[in-house]
């Protein structure tokens, strides 16, 4: 028996003693955000203080910190009235960077690196993808993409120290497979991206820390079998009857890993997305959005987990540094609280299976297709562009108060100790049985996510915990269709698209206005824990710091 399980002797759970193990916060390991850029703004930096604090984020990974609005990379100068003058050499200036990674540091996250995409001078094929024109191509000139790895690597070592940049994470690209978009070449042309890229990088230092191949999604098929995508292949996906029959399994990992050990190449850690979605498409060409199952994520990494412990590489780290509920910016059902009911019982399902898995995204602050319309507008963020507080937010705060020893799991929530502080605290939600095993299916509009609502019925959260100080307190908080909900609340209201600032200051308080009640530790050392939870529920129960 472990120190840890030695020091829960007189806890008992249902009567139970309590034995423990591992618990990872794997959701506050990293976090997205949209670009590089956007990290300037004031309201983007206020938001993700907030997210920290409350969430306990310790890493952040976002696109484009060599896009052209970063001016990392140059090769021309000028002034802005008429053409730039062609420098003699290429030239590296990093204070936009620097701001950003600043910033980041000092408010306790390290940068989980994403090294993309081209800048417009080194770029094959220009304007690829997104409002902010993406250059998703590989370079013109290979040694001049290793300079320019190699130039900003040297210059964060300078900047903070050695000892602090091999504690972050470079991740090669950013989804290669989806041609023509984020990658204009083919799946050699990446892997061939990634040996030049980490062969530069551990030159620098061989205990910096970098992995790819951040594909997207895991697929049924054969569409990613080859050089680029065959849609051909996806037919029979689009036409299945039942796709979670189908084998699903991920993009290019297998070949990834197969052609680094061929070529005796580090591979620190794996990385992809994970979406629970597809879009195959069916033999008229057209696009099938396809949702799947509720445990999609799980079974999903717990593949993936196989294949990387059975590989050449059993020990690289497994990075998950994209996951949603679905991959759009404008899906509305990441506003409300049947997301939060979601991401939580997928994050508890997953906690031992990967060493992080990013949500994406933190903040509605976000312009991949341009900024969104209206205050809530399907973003991916745990807050919105004026950064108000989603369900989602409530549910990783709750996520993160847990401790990191796991005493209890159940099909709908867990109870965990803190070996700091011994404090005990658990999560409880409830995803309808009526759901069965259906995931969440994207929604076009606020309406459209609304019948879910009817979904039922409630659930009787019952345990017994014994071993405990009599007198103690405990907070329970609470987020469901009746409290927290402030995508209903500002459906009710209009819904306005420029709410007024009364409107804003009404919907924030709404926003954090969780049903909240104390339980106190009767002389027996026993609390009694009987809450009903109404349907899309998720609740905290902890002790008050």
Not at 178 to 187: A, Q, R, S, Y
Not at 198 to 220: C, E, H, R, Y
Request: charged share 25%.
């Amino acid at each position: 028996m472990t120190s840890d399980a030695r020091a829960d002797s007189t806890l008992t759970i249902d009567g139970k003693r309590c034995d423990d193990s591992a618990f990872p916060h794997v959701w506050s390991r990293c976090i997205g955000a949209g670009r590089a850029n956007e990290a300037l703004r004031a309201d983007w930096q206020r938001q993700f203080a907030d997210v920290v604090e409350a969430c306990g984020v310790r890493y952040i990974r976002f696109h484009g910190v060599f896009h052209d609005d970063m001016f990392v990379y140059r090769e021309s100068y000028g002034g802005g009235f008429g053409p730039d003058a062609p420098l003699a050499e290429p030239v590296y200036t990093f204070s936009y960077v620097d701001k950003v990674f600043d910033f980041i540091l000092d408010c306790g996250v390290r940068p989980f690196v994403e090294l993309g995409f081209m800048p417009r001078e080194l770029a094959t094929v220009t304007e690829t993808l997104f409002w902010w024109g993406a250059h998703g191509s590989p370079p013109k000139d290979m040694a001049r993409w290793v300079e320019l790895v190699t130039r900003s690597v040297e210059h964060w070592i300078d900047r903070y120290g050695l000892d602090e940049v091999r504690e972050w994470r470079f991740e090669v690209w950013n989804e290669p497979n989806l041609v023509p978009h984020f990658w204009t070449g083919t799946k050699t042309e990446y892997f061939e991206l990634y040996e030049q890229t980490v062969t530069a990088i551990k030159n620098i230092d061989p205990a910096l820390k970098v992995g790819g191949p951040a594909t997207s999604v895991f697929v049924p098929d054969d569409r990613y079998k080859g050089e680029v995508e065959d849609r051909v292949a996806t037919h029979e996906t689009a036409a299945a009857s039942d796709v979670d029959a189908l084998d699903w399994r991920p993009v290019w990992i297998e070949d990834f890993i197969a052609w680094c050990a061929e070529r005796g190449l580090p591979i620190d850690f794996v990385s992809t997305h994970t979406y629970p979605t597809d879009f195959a498409f069916a033999a008229d060409g057209e696009a099938v959005h396809i949702t799947r199952y509720a445990d999609a994520t799980f079974d999903d990494l717990t593949l993936l987990r196989e294949l990387v412990g059975s590989s050449a590489y059993p020990d690289a780290e497994i990075h998950i540094t994209e996951w949603s509920t679905s991959p759009s910016s404008r899906d509305f059902i990441h506003d409300t609280v049947f997301a939060a009911t979601s991401i939580t019982r997928s994050y508890l399902q997953c906690a031992t299976l990967a060493d992080s898995i990013s949500y994406w995204t933190f903040t509605d602050v976000f312009e991949e297709g341009g900024a969104g319309i209206g205050p809530f507008h399907g973003g991916f963020g745990l807050v919105n562009e004026g950064g108000v507080h989603k369900p989602t937010f409530h549910a990783l705060t709750m996520l993160e108060r847990l401790g990191d020893r796991l005493l209890l799991a159940t099909s709908d929530g867990v109870v965990t100790r803190d070996s700091r502080t011994s404090a005990v605290s658990a999560v409880f939600f409830n995803y309808p049985d009526d759901m069965g095993m259906k995931g969440l299916r994207a929604q076009n509009s606020y309406e459209g996510t609304r019948a879910l609502a009817e979904m039922g019925p409630s659930r009787r959260i019952r345990h017994s915990i014994g071993g405990l100080e009599p007198g103690s307190a405990f907070l329970v908080e609470i987020v469901d269709w009746e409290h927290g909900n402030v995508a209903e609340a500002w459906y009710r209201l209009g819904p306005p698209l420029n709410p007024s600032r009364a409107e804003i200051e009404h919907l924030s308080k709404v926003a954090d206005s969780l049903l909240r009640f104390t339980l106190t530790v009767p002389g027996t050392g026993v609390l009694d824990l009987d809450v009903e939870l109404a349907p899309w529920a998720v609740m905290s129960l902890r002790q008050p710091a």
